[in-house]
């Protein structure tokens, strides 16, 4: 004997009505070679077809007397999860420097799912700089590789499992406002090679 779970129907089996809401509606369950099956009918349908002769019919087993409500909507999901490419562009306009492993791991992790492209690489003050596309909308990406150590990659990869769980800040806490440059520029986005950062 297999565990079954049959939801209640949405419309008459009989007459094919839909069921309105708080509406009166009868259950009954047969054991059929099969295993169980419900019949849900309206109040109509059972006066006229099912009263009398429902308990009568082979593998009848029970009947009861119920009430129609519709499912509650799907209810949303409280904790939206961060995606890798809304968290890598997230990372990338916050501009931290404490951030450029997972900047880096979550690049390698969307160009292993083909989201992104290597382009190009190129060095800039003997740092090795790749140049991603986005596969889809063209995006550019430019990252440079932090160059982690393998006793490193535990620790970054835990702080990418973490920021993609439970998200870059608090909720409610608006990101610091990243500053201009002291020529007055912004500092630079995606798509555009960061200047040399002074060691």
Not at 10 to 37: I, M, Q, S, V, W
Not at 74 to 88: G, K, N, V
Not at 90 to 117: Q, S, T
Request: glycine residues 8%.
């Amino acid at each position: 004997m297999e565990w079954n779970i049959q939801s209640r129907a949405h419309g008459c089996r009989a007459c094919g009505r839909a069921f309105r809401n708080r509406e009166p509606l009868h259950t009954l369950l047969f054991d059929e070679r099969h295993g169980f099956e419900r019949v849900d009918v309206c109040e109509g349908c059972w006066q006229a077809q099912f009263s009398q002769a429902a308990s009568h019919r082979k593998g009848f087993v029970s009947h009861w007397l119920g009430e129609y409500e519709p499912p509650p909507p799907p209810s949303a999901e409280p904790i939206q999860r961060e995606t890798a490419e809304t968290l890598l562009r997230k990372l990338m306009e916050l501009n931290d420097p404490g951030h450029a492993g997972a900047v880096f791991i979550l690049a390698v992790m969307l160009e292993r799912k083909r989201v992104l492209k290597v382009k190009a690489q190129t060095f800039q003050e003997g740092r090795r700089v790749l140049v991603y596309e986005h596969a889809k909308l063209g995006d550019a990406f430019t990252i440079p590789d932090p160059g982690l150590q393998l006793d490193q990659l535990d620790a970054v990869q835990r702080d990418v499992a973490h920021l993609l769980e439970h998200g870059l800040q608090p909720p409610g806490l608006a990101p610091a406002p990243v500053q201009a440059g002291e020529d007055g520029t912004e500092p630079a986005g995606v798509g555009t090679t960061p200047a040399p950062t002074p060691a």
